[in-house]
């Protein structure tokens, strides 16, 4: 098992930022990606950006390319996620998730509010 706790989201106005991060703990041997999700009211989870473990490799949503930057601390099994020139559109819940290398499993935190006003 590994256990997500994600931190850092909050209340700020457009135009501001915000740093995400996510804690894995428990068998972190066995992550090979970890990523973020978001999920709007009435709406669908959305993909958000992910990283690799080892190399580092970065994708990223169309909508946050260019504001949100994935990086990645392995020594302390934390994933961040920058967010600047945030938007309205940006509210949501924001989850991190973590990828079994051997399974292909999928690891979810609790996730964290950010809201962001106009």
């Known amino acids: 098992q590994v256990q997500l706790v994600e931190s850092g989201g909050g209340l700020v106005q457009a135009g501001g930022s915000l740093r995400l991060s996510c804690v894995a703990s428990?068998?972190?041997?066995?992550?090979?990606?970890m990523g973020w999700f978001r999920q709007a009211p009435g709406k669908e989870r959305e993909f958000v950006a992910t990283?690799?473990?080892?190399?580092?490799?970065?994708n990223y949503a169309a909508s946050v390319k260019g504001r949100f930057t994935i990086s990645r601390d392995n020594a302390k099994n934390t994933v961040y996620l920058q967010m600047n020139s945030l938007k309205p559109e940006d509210t949501a819940v924001y989850y991190c998730?973590?990828?079994?290398?051997?399974?292909?499993?999928?690891?979810w935190g609790q996730g964290t509010q950010v809201t962001v006003s106009s």
């Open positions: 998730t973590s990828r079994d290398q051997w399974t292909s499993y999928d690891y």
């Open positions: 990283i690799s473990w080892s190399g580092g490799s970065t």
């Open positions: 428990g068998r972190t041997f066995v992550i090979n990606r």
